[in-house]
């Protein structure tokens, strides 16, 4: 599968953004996702997966309760909805594919085996 996302920028303190990812290729509910972020120097971190439905969701500590992951199955295309932005938000953030329909809370980044290219979030303060 094919991974494309979009939707970062630039945003102040207290707003918000919508990230998409679009799939394309094989069957795009053979696939849990989810979205990474990445500063510079530092690992890779997770910040919430969806399940190949769409009903079943998780999130890292850091971003619950202002962001929100969820699909389109007809569209092939997972959303991260981000509220509340904070500067320590600021990163480069990845969607992420992995071919299950069982287990979809895998955290590290090494349980996935496709990758969008990033697009860049930036919080001003």
């Known amino acids: 599968v094919q991974l494309q996302a979009s939707g970062g920028g630039l945003v102040q303190t207290g707003g918000s953004l919508r990230l998409s990812c679009a799939a394309s290729?094989?069957?795009?509910?053979?696939?849990?996702m989810a979205w990474f972020r990445q500063v510079p120097g530092k690992e890779r971190e997770f910040v919430a997966a969806?399940?190949?439905?769409?009903?079943?969701?998780y999130y890292a500590d850091s971003v619950k309760g202002r962001f929100t992951i969820s699909r389109d199955n007809a569209k092939n295309t997972v959303y991260l909805q981000m509220n509340s932005l904070k500067p320590e938000d600021t990163a480069v953030y990845y969607c992420?594919?992995?071919?299950?329909?069982?287990?979809?809370?895998?955290?590290?980044?090494?349980?996935?085996?496709?990758w969008g290219q990033g697009t860049h979030v930036t919080v001003s303060s």
């Open positions: 992420a594919a992995r071919s299950t329909r069982g287990v979809y809370t895998t955290t590290s980044a090494s349980g996935y085996n496709y």
């Open positions: 290729g094989r069957t795009f509910t053979s696939y849990a």
């Open positions: 969806i399940n190949w439905s769409g009903g079943s969701t």
